[in-house]
């Protein structure tokens, strides 16, 4: 449906003002504003990590909660940054899932309200949508593109071929990419979040030390599968005498054999799919992206098939609300406005893929 269903006051509003955005899906509470020309105006963001640290993951009310309490403040501190009132908004949009429902609720009604109080246009957006954009703002990357879209609780290869048009050719088949880092540092005693501490710990590692295996590698399809390396790892802890018995040299060996494997079943799977979609840029983005030991092989298997390759900066890997922004400014301009959607734990961004026989992540 084109933004001709909408108020033509409203949708002519939010062409010619800037768009406020609430992200809220997990655990970063974020609100952004952009320009019409897509420029950011503001970037504001809460992490709730020391709100779960005590619980070594995500706990969804906690969540919740955390946002109801920064959400005002974030708006006001991104108005005033960008040095706007609310009337000088052209729109409002909100994160409406996949994630966690307590949070998304809070997030999009806050948001929603904002733009009912002020007559502005308002629109919902997939979580995976500001991801799978997030470097055509950073980069310029034109359509179509080979997504590697890997997160806490996504794991996906998904051919983006215009704004709203995605085609996942790939997905996991147990825990995403991010789940595992997660998990293999609680195993190595790494603490919360796990992805940048099993980098961290991998960077003085041995990869050679121990034999991990790399999922689905040399398997026909694109999809993925973390959860026998992750427990091919608590094996080798088990074998070392368990967590406590673990030295740091342990850890670090285990680590870096653990991102070794991670990095040669990515490249395999991203390899796969460019043979079955013919060469096309490749981006990587999501939380996952954020680890340079995965960037820097999927770089290299660009270059060696002589495709552009575009990382999203480490600031717009993790979750943030310009990507958001960004995804509804790019349907402002497309023409592409959506009537809101009802916050929900599942979208799928590709409502026409199979469905993958994984049923955890609720996550982006
Ligand atoms: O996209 P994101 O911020 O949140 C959602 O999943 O919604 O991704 C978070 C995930 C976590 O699992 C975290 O451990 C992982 O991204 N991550 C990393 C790195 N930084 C964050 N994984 C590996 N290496 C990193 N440097
Ligand atoms: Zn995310």
Known sequence: MSDASLPPDLSARART?????VESSCDETAVAILSTDGEVLADQL????????????????????????????????ALKEAGLNVRDLG?????????????????????????LGAGLMFQTINHLEGHALTVRFSHGTAFPYLLLLVSGGHCQLIVVRGTGDYQRIGTTIDDAAGE????????????????????????????????????????PNCDFSFSGLKTAVRRQVE???????????DKADLAAAFQQAVCLSVTDRVAKALDR??????????????????????????????I???????????????????????????????PPEAPRPRWPLDHDAPKSVYAGAVKA
């Open 308 to 338: 552009d390759f575009c990382q999203a900066p480490m600031k717009l890997c993790t979750d943030n609300a310009v990507m958001i922004a960004w995804a509804a400014h790019e349907r402002i301009r497309a023409d592409k406005v959506l």
């Open 277 to 306: 979609c013919g060469p096309m840029p490749l981006a990587v983005a999501g939380g996952v992206a954020a680890n340079q030991a995965i960037g820097s092989a999927l770089r290299q298997l660009a270059d060696k098939r002589g």
């Open 17 to 21: 003002g800037p768009v406020l955005a």
């Open 91 to 115: 729109s409002v949009a909100a994160t409406a899932g996949p994630g966690l429902i307590g949070g998304l609720l809070t997030g999009s009604q806050y948001a929603r309200a904002l733009a």
């Open 180 to 219: 595992a880092f997660d998990k293999v540092a609680k195993l190595l005693g790494l603490g919360y979040p796990g992805g940048p501490a099993v980098e961290q710990a991998a960077l003085s590692g041995d990869p050679s030390r121990f034999s991990l295996p790399s999922p689905m590698r040399y398997k």
């Open 46 to 77: 809460h992490s709730q990590l020391k709100e779960h640290a005590a619980f070594g993951g995500v706990v969804p009310e906690v969540a919740a909660r955390a946002h109801l309490a920064h959400l005002p403040d974030l708006v006001d501190r």
């Open 239 to 249: 074998l070392l005498g368990g967590k406590d018995a673990l030295s740091a040299h």
